[in-house]
């Protein structure tokens, strides 16, 4: 199996193209990602070909989905294994790359990729996303902010919203459940400062034609210095939710 061309292939078939440097640093990635997994929880993906696709391509469509200006700060909130956040750096070596998780050993496992494919330009942060959110150094200070496989939107957006700047993008990375994830999600989006600009979708090349959507928001208001709540209390009561069910 040649996963180099196997990663450009799948890379290609999202509508990215990889250079051969490219696809071989996606090569050192994934084989790390497997020999460290056996020893940390990083992925339920095991299989190679299904990596390709369901996380280095899947990562890929955010740079279809949204601009990225050069010099631009992300933030991937909940990183996990560094999807998307590391594979968009890898294409666009240019961004500054915040990569947001709770659990010390994944960044551990991030710096060890990072170090091996000589990345630089890439914050590691062990924080949970609502102490982020209320650090003045972190919050409204990053042009796109997202997120794939952390929570229900609405729970979500609570996390991730109060770390965008004014004018900048959040853009949660999601299934083809995203329709009723935005009503629910409506009226907390609109409290804590953003609007809906577009939904990208995406088929990801594999046997299954998964379906992925990319809500893109634009930050046109500051998030109320009341949000992010504390997180046990942002999964307990998400943002009116209770309100729209009491009105049923």
Do not use: W
């Not at 440097?21 to 993906?45: D, G, I, M, P, S």
């Not at 609405?154 to 329709?179: D, H, Q, R, T, W």
């Amino acid at each position: 199996m040649d996963m180099r061309n196997l990663f450009a292939e799948k890379a290609k078939a999202v509508g990215v193209k990889l250079t051969p440097a490219q696809a071989a640093q996606f090569e050192v990635y994934l084989e790390l990602l497997l020999k460290r997994n056996e020893e940390v929880n990083l992925t339920a993906v095991t299989d190679p070909e299904e990596a390709a696709v369901k996380h280095f391509a899947d990562s890929l469509t955010l740079l279809r989905a949204v601009e990225l200006k050069p010099g631009a700060k992300l933030c991937d909130v909940g990183t996990g294994a560094g999807f998307p956040g590391l594979p968009v750096k890898i294409l666009r070596p240019d961004l500054e790359v915040t990569l947001l998780d709770s659990t010390n050993k994944r960044l551990v496992f991030l710096r060890e990729v990072c170090d091996a494919l000589r990345l630089s330009g890439v914050t590691l942060l062990h924080k949970r996303a609502e102490e982020a959110g209320r650090d003045s150094k972190l919050r409204e200070r990053f042009d796109v902010v997202t997120a794939r496989a952390v929570a229900n939107l609405n729970i979500l957006a609570e996390y991730c919203v109060p770390l965008v700047k004014m004018k900048g993008v959040f853009a949660p990375m999601k299934g083809p459940g995203l329709s009723e994830e935005l009503e629910a999600a409506e009226k907390a989006l609109e409290t804590l400062g953003c609007n809906l600009r577009r939904v990208e979708t995406f088929t990801l090349p594999d046997k299954e034609s998964s379906a992925r959507n990319i809500a893109v928001f634009q930050k046109t208001r500051f998030t109320p210095k009341e949000y992010p709540r504390h997180g046990g209390t942002i999964v307990k009561k998400p943002l009116f939710l209770e309100k729209k069910e009491d009105a049923q």
